[in-house]
C-alpha cells in the first residue's frame, strides 16, 4: 500500500486538471486560427500555444514539489504559494492576450 495514497492521489488529479485546461487553451489556437485572417492572428495563436506550454511546465513543476512534500511528510505553504502566484500570472497573460487580440479584431473588422 502507498503511504498517503489519498494526497498522491489528488495531486495527481489537480496536476491533470491543469494539463486538461493547457491543452484546452492550446485548442483555443484553432478558433483564433480560423477568424478572419490578420497577422494579429499568428500572434495571438502563438502566445496562447506559448502560454499553454508555460502552464503545462508549471503545472509539472507544482506536482513534483507537493510529492515531494507530502513523502517528506511536510507541506510547506511558502513554495505552495510561489507557484500559485506563477500560475496567477499565467493565466493573467493568457486572458491578456485575448482580451488584446479580440480589440484589435473589432477594430479592424
Same mark, same amino acid.
Given at each position: 500500500?502507498i503511504?498517503?495514497?489519498?494526497?498522491?492521489?489528488?495531486?495527481?488529479?489537480?496536476?491533470?486538471?491543469?494539463?486538461?485546461t493547457?491543452?484546452?487553451?492550446?485548442?483555443?489556437r484553432?478558433?483564433v486560427?480560423?477568424?478572419?485572417?490578420?497577422?494579429?492572428n499568428?500572434?495571438a #495563436?502563438?502566445?496562447? =500555444?506559448?502560454? $499553454?506550454a &508555460? /502552464?503545462?511546465l *508549471?503545472?509539472s513543476?507544482r !506536482?513534483?514539489?507537493?510529492?515531494?512534500?507530502?513523502?517528506a511528510?511536510r507541506?510547506?505553504r511558502?513554495?505552495? #504559494?510561489?507557484?500559485? =502566484?506563477l500560475? $496567477?500570472? &499565467? /493565466?493573467?497573460? *493568457?486572458?491578456?492576450?485575448? !482580451?488584446?487580440?479580440?480589440?484589435?479584431?473589432?477594430?479592424?473588422?
Amino acid at each position: 500500500m502507498i503511504e498517503k495514497f489519498q494526497d498522491h492521489a489528488t495531486n495527481e488529479r489537480t496536476n491533470l486538471a491543469w494539463i486538461r485546461t493547457a491543452i484546452a487553451i492550446a485548442g483555443f489556437r484553432i478558433l483564433v486560427e480560423r477568424l478572419p485572417s490578420t497577422p494579429n492572428n499568428t500572434w495571438a #495563436g502563438l502566445a496562447l =500555444v506559448l502560454l $499553454s506550454a &508555460t /502552464l503545462v511546465l *508549471l503545472a509539472s513543476l507544482r !506536482f513534483l514539489v507537493i510529492r515531494q512534500q507530502i513523502d517528506a511528510q511536510r507541506l510547506d505553504r511558502l513554495s505552495f #504559494g510561489r507557484i500559485e =502566484v506563477l500560475f $496567477s500570472a &499565467t /493565466l493573467a497573460l *493568457l486572458l491578456l492576450t485575448v !482580451f488584446v487580440f479580440l480589440l484589435r479584431l473589432v477594430r479592424s473588422g
